[in-house]
């Protein structure tokens, strides 16, 4: 039984960074929307709504509901894993990220009302930052040694670094 709850808890934790991802660039298809002509802001704006309500509602919230029951239940089932320091790592790795998806739910609001002025721009770079979540819980996850924290925190960091690059030369070519 175990082996098919941690299946399930996986399943669920890749459909909600896949609606995580998925919906913040809706959120910068959205903001670039507002700088369109009018005939086209009329046609896109309701379009990228309605796929931002049925995504957020019908992938993104189910899958955050079910890891967070699956998680727990996981804990339960294993309480010799909760004593290991790495766990309380990812822990507090994935309240950081429970926090990024309750303000990307506020996000969402904002936008659905049309009461969000921010540039796509802005949701480029808070989209990454759920990768950053990604990426540190899967090498916590993997590695668990403390001596493999250190590498993995170092690398944690570069690829932090190498992410910002990217995007800063993603929006060069773009703008050209």
């Known amino acids: 039984m175990y082996d098919v709850l941690k299946a399930l808890h996986i ?4 459909t909600w960074f896949s609606g995580l991802f998925y919906i913040v660039r809706l959120f910068v298809y959205q903001a670039e929307a507002k700088e369109k002509s009018d005939v086209e802001r009329e046609i896109l704006e309701p379009q990228y709504k309605l796929m931002a309500k049925r995504l957020w509602y019908g992938i993104t919230w189910p899958s955050f509901i079910f890891t967070m029951i ?27 990220l429970v926090i990024y998806f309750f303000i990307c739910h506020s996000m969402f609001l ?8 921010r540039k796509g721009s802005f949701y480029r770079l808070w989209n990454e930052l759920a990768t950053l979540f990604l990426v540190a819980i899967v090498f916590i996850i993997v590695l668990k040694s403390k001596v493999n924290w250190i590498y993995g925190t170092i690398a944690f960091f570069l ?5 910002m690059i990217a995007i800063k030369v993603y929006k060069r070519i773009r703008e050209r």
């Open 11 to 14: 399943i669920f934790i890749v």
């Open 159 to 163: 690829f932090a670094i190498l992410l």
């Open 110 to 117: 904002k936008l659905q009302k049309g009461k969000d002025n």
């Open 70 to 96: 699956l998680g727990p239940w996981l804990l339960v089932k294993n309480p010799g894993i909760f004593k290991m320091d790495y766990m309380h790592i990812k822990l507090g790795l994935v309240a950081g």
